[in-house]
């Protein structure tokens, strides 16, 4: 059976498809609201997007996979990412990785068992004067050290 | 102190905000140039200007802008260069967050000059809270008559749309970045027609970087000549240099084009960090050939830099302390681009990931004799046989790195 897609989450396609002089061109824009919503974009996902802007399944399982942040599998509550660019790694950032793997008890590309923390390493998130940096979902955090690693993961509940 | 121009008001709190940006003087120059302008009197200014790209290719955007067809039964299109990937660069973040409106008014007069109706600011995905940022001020400026339907009572219409990339550093390169709008994988286009004729939907279109567009309501209203005064005769206005690295004060700093690159490092930035010494610079962006501690004695400006065989590219200044293995930066830039190729061309998809893996081998120790070859080899036959500029940005900094910094790598390779 198909996942039920929220009536809030269709409206708000509708309003971005609306914006584009062509429906597929807002396939990167759907794809994030659907990934919000869903949390990953599988093959029910790719068939309902399709189903919406017209195009094959494939094209939009084309484009998913070339793109570093539309995930094919849902991750941990909080995603926390971290720069491992040139800037962060002058600053130290090897460390924080591997203090980050200590306390959360997993390596990189991994979840943790109760699901709520998912650990990566990505390239430059544009901070670089904040280095070294990270991200959790959306929210940016910098100037990192050990004690400010741990107040971040006590904030994230 | 030199003439701050598009960070001037950063300091001023809620500047986001169209109230504060309006008491600023903010969109006089949107009205000078809808009410007192013609577009044909733009394009001259910006071109008498000599704003050259803030992206990275420094190509001077009013003669861009000169490119697109005046007349043509197709929609014309500006597409706002907000993907900013390059490693070591931050500056874009700054105006878009700090000062949105100042980028709008650029857009608007930019889309004015070149009979544009439909403008697409492409952010990098990362960047979430600054699109909503931007379309929190889109709505402000439409509330207030400076977007949407005859502006300002002008006649003339724009609709700006906020796109969100979704991580990937080649759709920083405007062909790449025209694809992934269409909803495609970022595969950079073949050049030419170059996109001022075919561009978005195979329409005419304009590419510019944020910062390119910040400037343009200042040449609006102060005038080429100002501008140019401003930094070099060829090379108009200021740089925000974005410095980070072992420095004390990592950050942005706008100076005029042509500031010397020590100066930049050791009285902006405030010099090294915790008394380290100097071991090397990367001027422009990770894509910029590196510069070793005693080269750094330069005027920072698009043509001086390409003299000294690097460039000033999206002018992000990495400075990297002696104790800082050059392997460690030969092995981020490594990584980086073999993760970034798009895959499409087969010198870089093969190449970037072949000397990411020698790399790799030396950092674990078993670097073998003839690794050091391996990887020049490899980065020459990547540079030059790709088509997009993303295969010359991996070859040449690792080049660079290979050859200026031979004695120490060898250091790590087996005898």
């Known amino acids: ?157 | 102190m030199e003439e701050k121009i598009l960070t001037r008001d950063f300091g001023l709190k809620n500047l986001f905000k169209i109230e504060v940006y309006l008491r600023q003087s903010g969109y006089k120059a949107v009205e000078k140039a809808l009410q007192q302008m013609k577009p044909a009197g733009i394009l001259d200014e910006v071109k008498k200007a000599n704003l050259r790209g803030r992206g990275g290719a420094g190509f001077p955007a009013g003669v861009k802008w000169g490119f697109v067809p005046q007349k043509t039964d197709k929609p014309k299109y500006l597409c706002v260069n907000a993907d900013e990937g390059e490693p070591g660069t931050f500056k874009d973040r700054y105006i878009m967050s700090h000062n949105p409106h100042l980028l709008l008014e650029g857009i608007i007069i930019a889309s004015f000059g070149v009979g544009i109706h439909s403008a697409f600011i492409y952010i990098r995905g990362e960047y979430e809270a600054i699109a909503e940022r931007l379309e929190g001020a889109i709505a402000e400026a439409k509330a207030k008559g400076f977007l949407g339907k005859n502006i300002l009572g002008s006649g003339f219409d724009l609709d700006v749309v906020v796109h969100r990339g979704a991580g990937a550093y080649v759709c920083g390169e405007e062909t790449a970045l025209l694809e992934s709008l269409e909803g495609k994988r970022g595969h950079p286009r073949l050049k030419p027609p170059f996109p001022a004729s075919i561009g978005l939907f195979q329409c005419p279109t304009v590419i510019n970087n944020v910062e390119t567009l910040a400037n343009i309501p200042f040449i609006i209203l102060k005038g080429a000549d100002w501008f140019v005064k401003k930094g070099l005769p060829k090379d108009g206005g200021t740089r925000i240099f974005g410095v980070s690295g072992m420095v004390k004060n990592p950050g942005i700093y706008e100076l005029p084009l042509g500031t010397n690159l020590r100066k930049i490092i050791f009285e902006a930035a405030g010099g090294m960090k915790d008394g380290k010494t100097l071991k090397a610079v990367i001027p422009g962006g990770m894509s910029a050939p590196i510069l070793r501690a005693d080269e750094i004695d330069l005027a920072m400006d698009f043509d001086s830099l390409a003299g000294a065989g690097s460039m000033l590219g999206s002018a992000a200044v990495i400075v990297i302390d002696e104790e800082t293995p050059i392997l460690e930066v030969l092995k981020a830039v490594a990584k980086f681009y073999s993760h970034e190729s798009c895959g499409q061309c087969t010198p870089c998809r093969i190449g970037t990931s072949w000397i990411n893996k020698i790399v790799g081998r030396i950092a674990a120790g078993k670097g073998e004799k003839d690794d050091l070859d391996a990887i020049i080899r490899l980065a020459e036959n990547i540079k030059g046989k790709t088509l997009c500029p993303l295969g010359d940005a991996a070859a040449l900094p690792i080049l660079s790195i290979c050859r200026k910094f031979k004695l120490e790598l060898e250091g790590h390779l087996s005898r």
């Not at chain 1, 971005?16 to 062509?22: K, L, N």
């Open chain 1, 1 to 157: 059976m198909s996942p039920e897609y929220s009536e809030s989450l269709r409206q708000r396609i509708a309003e971005v498809v609306a914006r584009y002089p062509r429906k597929e061109a807002a396939l990167l824009p759907v794809l994030h609201l659907v990934q919000r919503e869903v949390g990953s974009i599988s093959l029910e996902e790719e068939k309902f997007i399709a189903g919406i802007l017209d195009i094959k399944p494939m094209k939009v399982r084309e484009v998913a996979t070339f793109y570093t942040m539309i995930l094919r599998q849902a991750l941990g509550k909080y995603h926390i990412q971290v720069c491992s660019n040139l800037s962060c790694t002058l600053l130290g950032v090897g460390s924080i990785i591997d203090y980050l793997k200590e306390k959360l008890g997993i390596g990189i590309g991994e979840t943790t068992l109760d699901r709520k923390f998912s650990l990566s390493t990505l390239e430059c998130l544009g901070a670089c004067e904040q280095a070294p940096c990270l991200m959790v979902n959306f929210d940016y955090h910098g100037n990192l050290d050990k004690e400010k690693i741990d107040r971040i993961l006590a904030s994230l509940t």
